[in-house]
């Protein structure tokens, strides 16, 4: 089976959102795109599947197999969504059924389940433990990790038989033991003969994906050619700038700032003997943790760890089970501000984001033409503050909150994730937008994140949590 894309225009109203002339997909040969928010890749991902919003329109031709289906028309593809072509969700804890145990929700994926549930449970649970899910097939998806519920969800894809997948940021969120074990997961695709084409903004995934590499900008592929060449060396000004972007390139004076000396000033938070346990499971115990002025910490390891957790717990906002917190008296009045993982948490969801600043400048009598500053050194129109938070983008929202929690002039932030729903170039633009707040106000910064090379570009030191043990046993069954 082969995929070919001919004359593909996806608009809304007069607004071009994608364009492509001709691509062409065969098996065995994964492709990539890659490119900043916006520039059009999910939409061409939604266009070949026909699941657009009905707000938008697209056209032109998409020949599988030897047979052409007019773009036009969405209808026409859905007999071929499971047996022939499947889609990767963006979001899979969000895709799956809560109320639904994991074998269940793959099972009803497989062919023939209506008429024959009894073998579409056992090719489930065969596949879920190939997958090194077996004892996960009883499990609801608020018990499983990240990385847990990526692979549910992928069985739950591709159970049907269908060799075209489409994987739309499908690392998003995930640890690098969770997005080895993606990897390990879509090349098992391609190697079985079907075609991938992979949504992301996370180069080193498609690195590792190999075949080739489409780099998307403003609704035009603007490069494209093998993943080795294309991201080793790019010939167009864009993709140098994106693979400029990757942390492991930044070279800001704050990448290579020493750590501050040591103080005999009491520490803006210390933590000692914590530990954290949820149900039998023991995230951290017997941790000493301190954090002193203008330094810069990151707390590392796989998803499931506790790193969120140990930084609540530092916060007060959730008490530990063993061992004591103290704060010193400068982090009081609004010193000590977190941004959240899901920005949306950060601001009531029915308010305008200019009353929700407003209350905020007013309460604590702020200079409102820092709001104005900030929000112009993050590239954020002014007219975003008219809107509500459902109404501006995930990226957008994550760089709001950052301007609302240095509005304040912290002492200490605790980021938990902050850029993990940004591209490569907006996560550079709004790190280095943090950074230079963190400097200039002389604020620690405690940052959450399963980036090494973030933590690596930021942070002065780490705080490992997890063990490599339990990655090795993660990883093992897809060696």
Not at 110 to 116: E, K, L, P, S
Not at 204 to 214: F, I
Not at 381 to 410: C, D, H, K, Y
Request: proline share 6%; hydrophobic share 40%; net charge positive.
């Amino acid at each position: 089976m082969t995929l070919r894309l001919k004359n593909l225009v996806v608009t809304h109203g007069q607004t071009t959102l994608v364009e492509a002339a001709d691509l062409h997909f065969v098996p065995g040969h994964p492709v990539t795109i890659v490119g900043e928010s916006g520039s059009g890749k999910s939409l061409l991902a939604h266009a070949i599947m026909g699941t657009l919003p009905p707000n938008l329109a697209a056209r032109g031709n998409l020949t599988l197999d030897g047979h052409t289906y007019d773009l036009a028309d969405p209808r026409n593809r859905r007999r071929l969504w499971g047996p022939v072509m499947s889609m990767l969700p963006q979001e899979p804890m969000l895709a799956l059924d809560p109320t639904m145990r994991a074998g269940e929700q793959v099972a009803e994926a497989a062919t023939g389940f209506r008429t024959d549930k009894r073998s579409g449970r056992a090719a489930a649970g065969k596949l879920l433990g190939a997958l090194g899910l077996a004892r996960a097939a009883s499990a609801f998806p608020h018990t499983l990790s990240g990385g847990m519920a990526q692979r549910v969800a992928f069985a739950a894809a591709t159970i049907g038989g269908a060799q075209l997948l489409i994987a739309d940021e499908p690392s998003k969120g995930l640890d690098e033991g969770a997005r080895n074990e993606l990897a390990a997961l879509l090349q098992r695709h391609v190697s079985g003969g079907g075609i991938l084409l992979t949504i992301t903004h996370d180069l080193e995934l498609a690195r590792k994906l190999g075949g080739d590499v489409l780099v998307m900008q403003n609704a035009h592929v603007i490069e494209q050619g093998p993943a080795r060449e294309v991201l080793n060396d790019p010939s167009h000004p864009y993709t140098r700038r994106l693979l400029a972007a990757e942390p492991s390139n930044w070279r800001h004076s704050w990448v290579a700032a020493p750590a501050p000396e040591g103080s005999t000033s009491p520490a803006l938070i210390r933590g000692e003997g914590l530990s954290k346990a949820f149900g039998k499971q023991q995230l951290f115990s017997g941790l000493d943790v301190s954090v002193h002025a203008r330094e810069r910490v990151s707390l590392s390891g796989p998803s499931g760890s506790g790193k969120t957790t140990l930084g609540n717990v530092l916060l007060r906002l959730l008490p530990p089970d063993a061992g004591k917190i103290q704060h010193s008296d400068v982090l009081q009045g609004g010193r000590l501000q977190k941004l959240y993982q899901d920005p949306a948490l950060a601001f009531p969801a029915r308010v305008s984001l200019k009353n929700s600043f407003g209350d905020l400048i007013r309460r604590h009598r702020l200079d409102s033409e820092r709001l104005e500053e900030l929000m112009a050194s993050l590239r954020l129109a002014p007219a975003l503050l008219t809107r509500t938070p459902g109404q501006v983008s995930g990226g957008e929202l994550q760089r709001l909150a950052i301007i609302r929690a240095m509005l304040l002039e912290p002492a200490l932030v605790f980021a938990d994730e902050p850029t993990s729903r940004l591209d490569l170039i907006t996560q550079c633009e709004t790190m280095t937008c943090l950074m230079e707040q963190v400097e200039r106000q002389d604020c620690a910064l405690v940052l959450v994140t399963h980036d090494s090379g973030l933590a690596r570009a930021v942070t002065h030191r780490s705080i490992p949590l997890g063990t490599n043990k339990k990655d090795a046993e993660r990883l093992k069954a897809f060696a």
